[in-house]
Nanobody, 115 residues
């Protein structure tokens, strides 16, 4: 199983980026998915999640600026970016059945917001 995050880069404050996460070895539609981020010297934190039924949840710090979506991949549209959004962004796929927890992470893509 492999999750591949892409779309990161250097952007000026106020700019936009769209992150993508594709998967091999699993069918994404049966997983709850999310984006997390880790800034230098800080712990990994939740950015946004989306369930199999397309219910979404956002961190307060990104509400109104970021949009999570999915089809055969996972996306994060990031608008009005701020320097404090600078971090490595990770995608996650998660589900549980009666006996097993499946929890997969991508390798991360770096987002740098700076002038």
């Amino acid at each position: 199983v492999q999750l591949q995050a892409s779309g990161g880069g250097l952007v000026q404050p106020g700019g936009s980026l769209r992150l993508s996460c594709t998967a091999s070895g699993i069918i994404l539609s049966i997983y709850d998915m999310g984006w997390y981020r880790q800034a230098p010297g800080k712990e990994r934190e939740l950015v946004a999640t989306i369930t199999r039924n397309d219910n979404t949840r956002y961190a307060d710090s990104v509400k109104g600026r970021f949009t999570i979506s999915r089809d055969n991949a996972l996306y994060l549209q990031m608008n009005s970016l701020k320097p404090e959004d600078t971090a490595v962004y990770y995608c996650n796929a998660y589900r549980r059945d009666a006996s097993t927890t499946y929890d997969y992470w991508g390798q991360g893509t770096l987002v740098t917001v700076s002038s």
